[in-house]
T-cell receptor, first 115, second 109 residues
Framework: DADVTQTPRNRITKTGKRIMLECSQT?????MYWYRQDPGLGLQLIYY???????NKGEISDGYSVSRQAQAKFSLSLESAIPNQTALYFC??????????????FGEGSRLTVL | GQNIDQPTEMTATEGAIVQINCTYQ??????LFWYQQHAGEAPTFLSY??LDGLEEKGRFSSFLSRSKGYSYLLLKELQMKDSASYLC??????????WGAGTKLIIKP
């Protein structure tokens, strides 16, 4: 089983619908992140959380919200989806205290299409 | 502003060596990462450099020059499974990662 699990893996929805992407991890890491990836662009940070009571906006947080329900769970919501939110979304975790680099561990990705 | 530049696409031959370059401009610097991403899959960690010099890990090596804002990933004895995108990311003074768009590496037999 994957250490970082995202659901759903694929979702097609319509403009204006509310969508939630969920992420759970078994790595015991405190830090969790949501990124989006578009063709030809680098990974863009949406939101990140360094512990259950900590939520921070990333570079492209407009139109998104998050909830850190527990150390192991971090969900991303699109309150009213629009077509330019069509992208591949990744959840990631890290724990710099356990390694020199604080490398990110990614989930398998959630492909979202907004029609 | 903060920026990462890397080539969009490179082609190499199975068994050969390829070098993927990355230049970066960040507000402060706390290390340079390389990730590998196969099509439709999640990125996976390859290397981390924070000091100048070459780090070798099997067939893969990564080099950093902090004074030049430059890094490269060197892949030796290329295999077909190395066909993937290679993502360069620099960590700024706030420990945030700035990502390049990735270099798509195509390996030909």
């Amino acid at each position: 089983d994957a250490d970082v699990t995202q659901t759903p893996r694929n979702r097609i929805t319509k403009t204006g619908k509310r969508i939630m992407l969920e992420c759970s991890q078994t790595k015991g890491h405190d830090r969790m992140y949501w990124y989006r990836q578009d063709p030809g662009l680098g990974l863009q940070l949406i939101y990140y959380s360094f512990d259950v009571k900590d939520i921070n906006k990333g570079e492209i947080s407009d139109g998104y919200s998050v909830s850190r329900q527990a150390q192991a769970k971090f969900s991303l919501s699109l309150e009213s989806a629009i077509p330019n939110q069509t992208a591949l979304y990744f959840c990631a975790t890290s724990d710099p205290g356990q390694g020199e680099s604080g490398e990110l561990f990614f989930g398998e990705g959630s492909r979202l299409t907004v029609l | 502003g903060q920026n990462i530049d890397q080539p969009t696409e490179m082609t190499a031959t199975e068994g050969a060596i390829v070098q993927i370059n990355c230049t970066y401009q960040t507000s402060g610097f706390n290390g340079l990462f390389w990730y590998q991403q196969h099509a439709g899959e999640a990125p996976t960690f390859l290397s981390y450099n924070v000091l100048d010099g070459l780090e070798e890990k099997g067939r893969f090596s990564s080099f950093l020059s902090r004074s030049k804002g430059y890094s490269y990933l060197l892949l030796k004895e290329l295999q077909m499974k190395d066909s993937a995108s290679y993502l360069c990311a620099a960590m700024d003074s706030n420990y945030q990662l700035i990502w390049g768009a990735g270099t798509k590496l195509i390996i030909k037999p």
